[in-house]
């Protein structure tokens, strides 16, 4: 697993070089997952994840986390992608040999925002935003209820087998 940290903003003021490893390990690990992949996560502020979200979304307002996947997925987490070599050239990064999963934005303003709102730590917040975009890297959505059902019911399992609970 390779990890591509990013920031135009002060890094958070935990352990995420640890943490954030952790969790996204679990989540693959949880749905299956053996590869070695990449994942490229940048932390900005509320006014630069606004403008990144009107443009590619068409949302004029900040908000806590964007996913960019690199890989369409057929159904969440399915790995068939893996026996097209076309599709695996296009998404693997030749010089790591790593699948590329795609790029995560995290505003820190709003995960700190968010973490005072629900009363716990940034490190919890910013874990789970970290779960959630995992999770949408591999496929998931939350664009029903079911779906949003889900995707809750794996980034709780993620965070709790890691210990990381609501403070």
């Known amino acids: ?10 890094y958070p003021d935990f352990d995420y070089e640890k943490d954030i490893p952790e969790v996204i390990k679990k989540v693959v690990e949880l749905e299956g997952i053996e590869l070695d992949f990449e994942i490229n996560l940048t932390f900005t ?5 606004k403008g990144v979200n009107k ?9 806590d986390v964007l996913s960019f996947p690199t890989i369409d997925f057929e159904s969440p987490a399915d ?10 050239i296009n998404v693997m990064n ?5 699948v590329m999963l795609g790029d995560i934005m995290i505003s820190v303003e709003r995960a700190k925002e968010q973490a005072l709102e629900y009363g716990h730590s940034l490190r919890r917040e910013i874990c789970f935003l970290v779960a959630h975009s995992t999770l949408h890297l591999l496929g998931y959505d939350h664009m029903t209820e079911e779906e949003a ?15 990381i609970n609501r403070d």
Do not use: H, P, W
């Open 1 to 10: 697993m390779l990890i591509n940290y990013a920031a135009d903003v002060d």
């Open 45 to 49: 502020d509320n006014e630069t994840i």
């Open 55 to 63: 443009e590619f979304r068409g949302i004029d307002s900040a908000t």
């Open 79 to 88: 790995m068939s992608f893996m026996e097209d070599e076309l599709t695996l």
């Open 94 to 98: 030749m010089d790591t040999q790593c």
């Open 149 to 163: 059902k889900i995707m809750e019911e794996k980034q709780e399992n993620a965070l709790k087998a890691l210990g």
